[in-house]
């Protein structure tokens, strides 16, 4: 009978750690200069081919700038540094999908059907992943991505990331990161 008192304690405890910490929001943000807002008479205006990395002149801020990561978060993770090989192509399906795909020069590399929607002038993506293993790391991620264009067809994107679990049953770990306005030049316009 302890033992299920103490494990009901420590779901309830988790859930409760769950509600309190397990958003990963994004506000309305201000606009960038030259920045279009996307609504649902101009969401194709996403459609295109982009650099995978960023325009950051910053090369410790460039290794974080990577759309394909962002936007497919596993899977390929090709290591190319020639970056006009790499790039990523964005066809928008209807207001909520967005079709993305991977490219190394003119090959397919994998392609998928992300859902979202517009909101505050950008089409936003949202993940939620739960890792639990159990004994080594249980981890509940939560991931909103959002995308928006500028005047002169270039993309710009806003990435939050919270992160919480445990290390070996015992060890909290907590985590949060935060990206604005990175911005990823269109290829072929």
Known sequence: MCNLLTICKLKYLLILMMFMTSCATMHPDKFQPQQTSIDYQNYYLLNGRFSRHGLSKDSCNRNDEDLFWDLFRQGHHYMINDTNDCTVELQTLNPKQIKVT??????VIDTRILNGRIKYGYFELRRNTLIIPAIIVN???TIKFRLGILEDGNLTTDYREVA????FIIIPVYYDEKREDLEFQKIGK
């Open 102 to 107: 991977y490219l190394i020069k003119d090959s």
């Open 139 to 141: 981890v509940f991620r």
């Open 164 to 167: 919480f679990g445990t290390v």
